[in-house]
């Protein structure tokens, strides 16, 4: 029985060193796209989009620690130093991400939660407990990241990717 459990303590640390350990792109799995920041500028409430990979500065990000035990997260552009965060001026229930100042509220925190497929996560949004979702499904540049009620579909799945330093 300890050896079981010393073997997950030690699949969670290496996944948790995995995500922290510098910056990553973060994939849609319905499309094969990125996380970008709107016209690559890195402005206060510039929105989050999937985007074709160029790997430009604004489309790589840091998952800084708020609770390792729980894979809670804020998402940080290291670019701009701004963190996603869901749209507070939005009154949809399908409230879109957005760069921000970082305000340490529940809208700025992700849970990363495993899928059933390795190296998948559903990220879900601390302040409504509703995932990120590509917005009907689509693979087309420029797509807005909105939460939506989760259905397990690949929109609503992300692959978090290290990027190597040079």
């Given at each position: 029985?300890e050896?079981a459990?010393?073997?997950?303590c030690?699949?969670?640390?290496?996944?948790?060193q995995?995500?922290?350990?510098?910056?990553?792109?973060?994939?849609?799995?319905?499309?094969?796209k990125?996380w970008d920041?709107a016209g690559?500028?890195?402005?206060?409430t510039?929105?989050?989009?999937?985007?074709?990979r160029?790997d430009?500065?604004n489309?790589r990000?840091?998952?800084?620690?708020?609770?390792m035990?729980?894979?809670?997260?804020?998402i940080q552009?290291?670019?701009?130093?701004?963190?996603a965060?869901?749209?507070?001026?939005?009154?949809?229930?399908?409230k879109?991400?957005e760069?921000?100042?970082?305000?340490g509220?529940?809208?700025?925190?992700?849970?990363?939660?495993?899928t059933q497929v390795?190296?998948?996560?559903?990220?879900?949004?601390?302040h409504?407990n509703?995932?990120?979702?590509?917005w009907?499904?689509s693979?087309?540049?420029g797509?807005?990241?909105?939460?939506?009620?989760?259905?397990?579909?690949?929109n609503?799945?992300?692959?978090?990717e290290?990027?190597?330093?040079?």
């Amino acid at each position: 029985m300890e050896a079981a459990l010393d073997l997950v303590c030690s699949q969670l640390r290496s996944e948790l060193q995995y995500l922290t350990g510098g910056e990553v792109r973060i994939v849609c799995c319905c499309s094969g796209k990125v996380w970008d920041i709107a016209g690559g500028a890195g402005k206060v409430t510039d929105h989050i989009f999937q985007y074709e990979r160029h790997d430009g500065p604004n489309q790589r990000w840091l998952l800084v620690p708020v609770n390792m035990g729980m894979r809670l997260f804020e998402i940080q552009s290291p670019f701009c130093g701004l963190v996603a965060g869901l749209c507070e001026t939005d009154t949809s229930s399908e409230k879109h991400l957005e760069v921000n100042q970082r305000s340490g509220d529940g809208n700025q925190r992700f849970v990363f939660e495993k899928t059933q497929v390795d190296g998948e996560y559903f990220i879900r949004a601390w302040h409504s407990n509703l995932v990120l979702d590509i917005w009907q499904k689509s693979k087309a540049n420029g797509v807005k990241i909105a939460q939506h009620v989760r259905h397990g579909g690949a929109n609503q799945r992300f692959r978090v990717e290290r990027i190597n330093s040079r």
